[in-house]
């Protein structure tokens, strides 16, 4: 009784691997070694096979992995060998919220504008005046008024320049000169200048300029200019500023000045080296950025032979002074 058993299951299963031999999809001829087919297991006992042409229950086919074929492998579309991995389909597009508009031409246009005969400096002509000192000074002495200014017109890269100082004390006029310069633009916020000075007091003499201005590293600002008079004397002046933002209007502008020549002249009270140094603050308030009250303490000192040409001058004792003025740019 057990021969017939044993051939009972050793049929049920060849009939099983030739189903599963039978179903398994061919390999592609071009697609390279084909993994093998997977090893059929014994199969399940299945019912009984539905009428011809009705549709099968789902599952019910023996050795296949994914249920019954889809309508492509129905319609004969031929299918990859087994081992292929399938090429994962495109992301879907993604919808923008309703609230961002489609990009527009006009958006287009804006955020990239034609820039072809773009000059890469400004023709026109401008103006600026800049009133930095007008100030009354009060200290040991005749007390009184002080100015400094510059300004200039022209373009981005050739301007004309030009630069107006003195001091009024006991109703006389103790110093006074203006320049008139050329500017041109050789380094970014760097200008070299060159042209004349005249001097109305003490004296009236002419002078021959050259010199640099601009912004520092750090945002210093500064004027270095040397001169060459009628008369063979030579000077130097140099002169740095900053501003110190303590707030949006409120701003302490420290300064130094130092005046050098290059030989006595006893008639302008002047001599030879190191003349005169003058260091200050001045704490000013932007009403606004065009006007500006301040107040601030100066201190000027003469040195070497200029001190010694002074005497008993109450400016060679170098003392203090209070200072308050309107600053003024237009």
């Known amino acids: 009784?057990?021969?017939?058993?044993?051939?009972?299951i050793a049929a049920l299963y060849a009939?099983?691997?030739?189903a599963a031999f039978a179903q398994a999809p061919a390999a592609d001829p071009h697609a390279g070694h084909a993994m093998p087919a997977p090893v059929a297991q014994a199969p399940s006992?299945?019912?009984?096979?539905?009428?011809?042409g009705a549709p099968e229950p789902?599952?019910?086919?023996?050795?296949?992995?994914?249920g019954s074929p889809g309508p492509a492998a129905a319609a004969g579309t031929p299918t990859r060998a087994v081992g292929h991995v399938e090429s994962a389909p495109p992301p879907a597009s993604v919808a923008l919220p309703s609230f961002i508009p489609p990009v527009s031409e006009a958006m287009r246009a804006a955020a990239f504008p034609d820039v072809r005969g773009h000059a890469a400096h400004d023709r026109a002509v401008n103006t600026f005046v800049l009133v930095d000192q007008f100030e009354w000074r009060s200290g040991r002495g005749a007390d009184g008024l002080a100015w400094s200014g510059s300004g200039w017109v022209g373009g981005d890269?050739?301007?004309?320049?030009?630069?107006?100082?003195g001091d009024v004390e006991g109703g006389t006029v103790g110093e006074a000169s203006a320049h008139l310069l050329y500017g041109r633009a050789v380094a970014r916020w760097w200008d070299l200048v060159v042209g004349v000075r005249q001097d109305l007091q003490p004296g009236t003499q002419a002078w021959g300029a050259v010199g640099v201005q601009g912004l520092a590293p750090g945002f210093f600002e500064v004027e270095a200019t040397a001169y060459v008079s009628d008369a063979g004397q030579a000077a130097v002046h140099l002169e740095v500023e900053y501003d110190?933002?303590?707030?949006?209007?409120?701003?302490l502008q420290p300064l130094l000045e130092v005046n050098v020549y290059g030989r006595n002249n006893p008639g302008l009270g002047v001599g030879r080296g190191l003349s005169t140094a003058e260091a200050g603050f001045r704490l000013r308030y932007e009403i606004?950025?065009?006007?500006?009250?301040?107040?601030?303490?100066?201190?000027?000192?003469?040195?070497?032979?200029?001190?010694?040409?002074?005497?008993?001058d109450l400016e060679a004792s170098g003392s203090p002074r209070l200072v308050t003025g309107l600053r003024v740019w237009f």
Request: net charge positive; glycine share 8%; proline share 8%.
């Open 1 to 8: 009784m057990r021969t017939p058993t044993l051939l009972l």
């Open 15 to 18: 009939t099983g691997a030739a």
């Open 45 to 52: 006992p299945t019912p009984a096979p539905a009428a011809r």
């Open 58 to 66: 789902a599952g019910t086919h023996v050795g296949h992995d994914h």
């Open 157 to 165: 890269v050739n301007r004309l320049w030009f630069r107006s100082e």
């Open 244 to 251: 110190l933002l303590i707030t949006n209007r409120l701003v």
């Open 288 to 312: 606004r950025r065009e006007l500006a009250p301040y107040v601030g303490l100066t201190w000027a000192r003469p040195f070497g032979r200029t001190r010694d040409l002074l005497g008993d």
